[in-house]
């Protein structure tokens, strides 16, 4: 298990809250941080979520970096 961070972002990209949790993988991060926006938008009207991020430490995973490089999907 992994210790990852996510956080709930409102419009201009300000952190609403974060969350500690603890998954599998990087995509299984991802899934809970997304289940957490549904049921925060679905709960609180006041606090809206417009985005989240997913981190590890001090790197964030979710979404990528805009200068990360990617490869494209089928090059090695």
Known sequence: MLDFNCKMLDER???LFSSNFVAETVEDAIRHASQVLR???LSSSSRRVYAFEVWSDASRL?????NAKTVPYGVV
């Open 13 to 15: 990209g300000g952190i």
């Open 39 to 41: 049921t925060s938008n």
């Open 62 to 66: 979710f979404p990528p970096p805009l």
